[in-house]
């Protein structure tokens, strides 16, 4: 329930600013709602093979939560890597952004660790 909880608390506010970029990049409104609205539909069909996986049993649940961990990862590391080499970028700002990649990394292994 808690992390229900907190998954949602995330998402609603994710969701309204991922609305409010699209919309400030030029979408108007109803083609930036059925954007989100597409990547919803994604999002629970995701979730419903995930749940199917794990009604297979252990070994098809095994690749999942690597092969999710992995795609965060790349995400992460393909959208700060080049903010990172722009030139007006000062040191203090890339420091914290390494900062961050590094301390999501470990957080991620140490959730790990603990299960």
């Not at 999501?104 to 959730?111: H, K, S, W």
């Amino acid at each position: 329930m808690v992390t229900t909880l907190a998954i949602l608390l995330h998402e609603i506010p994710h969701e309204i600013g991922d609305f409010a970029i699209l919309v400030s990049s030029g979408f108007p409104k109803r083609k930036a709602v059925l954007a989100q609205f597409s990547t919803a539909i994604g999002a629970f069909i995701g979730t419903f093979t995930g749940l199917l996986a794990q009604e297979l049993g252990n070994a098809a649940t095994q690749w999942i939560l690597p092969v999710t961990a992995g795609g965060f990862i790349y995400i992460a590391t393909v959208t700060v890597i080049p903010s990172l080499l722009e030139e007006d970028t000062s040191l203090g700002q890339s420091l914290k952004e390494i900062a961050a990649l590094c301390l999501g990394v470990a957080m991620m292994a140490f959730i790990a660790f603990v299960e």
